[in-house]
């Protein structure tokens, strides 16, 4: 099966500053890459997601890239808001079957004054 | 646009007592749900999906059970609760692969 592995686990930046987490998955039938941002006792957001045919993906601050040869995705987030502070997942699926997503372990962002 | 619910918010329940959460989601049809365990401060564990009504898949055995009696409810059921049942329970549905996450439970196991 998909093992998806994220880093760092946590990661502090200054307000301002830019933000990169990143994933590796296994399988090469994956096609479709979500993120979830957690905010503390509620459930998971999608941030945004990217398909295997698409490189790049930007909204607004954040973005995502996709290396499917190094079977590798990141998520980008620039001028960092202090409520960007949450814990951020990312997930791997092939499309088309029962969406099975496959989560990685998390990415607890702290957000600095 | 569709919501989906969960119910309780909270719950406190001794070893041994039985389990019931309840899923619903409005707003679409036919939808793909799922029930995660998410243990404090660690990743997102599924326990069951389903692709339609009484249609349920297991992914880590335990003494939880899943069903899904209408379209659009699921339901997290147990006989006995343990100790380690403990958690956050995420209900989500998705619509080809975009996945949707309910408000969770914060299920204390006592």
């Known amino acids: 099966g998909e093992n998806v592995e994220q880093h760092p686990s946590t990661l502090s930046v200054q307000e301002g500053d830019s933000a990169v987490i990143k994933c590796t998955y296994s399988?090469?039938?994956?096609?479709?890459f979500p993120w979830y941002k957690q905010e503390l006792g509620k459930g998971p957001q999608l941030i945004i997601d990217i398909r295997s045919n698409v490189g790049e993906k930007k909204d607004q601050r954040i973005a995502v890239t996709l290396n499917k040869t190094a079977k590798h995705f990141s998520l980008h987030i620039t001028e960092t808001q202090p409520e960007d502070s949450a814990v951020y997942f990312c997930a791997a699926s092939p499309f088309g079957t029962a969406s099975k997503l496959t989560f990685g372990t998390g990415t607890r962002l702290q957000v600095t004054l | 646009s569709q919501t989906i619910h969960q119910w309780p918010a909270t719950l406190v329940q001794p070893v041994g007592s039985p389990l019931s959460l309840e899923c619903t989601v409005e707003?679409?049809?036919?939808?793909?749900l799922y029930w995660y365990r998410q243990a404090a401060g660690r990743g997102l564990q599924l326990l069951f999906y389903?692709?339609?009504?009484?249609?349920i898949s297991s992914e880590v055995p335990q003494n939880l059970s899943a069903s899904r009696p209408q379209d659009r409810q699921f339901i997290l059921s147990s006989k006995k609760l343990l100790l380690s049942d403990s958690g956050f329970y995420l209900c989500a549905w998705s619509v080809r692969s975009e996945q949707y996450f309910g408000p969770g439970t914060r299920l204390t196991v006592t």
């Open positions: 399988d090469s039938a994956s096609n479709y």
């Open positions: 707003g679409t049809s036919n939808p793909n």
């Open positions: 389903s692709v339609g009504i009484g249609q």
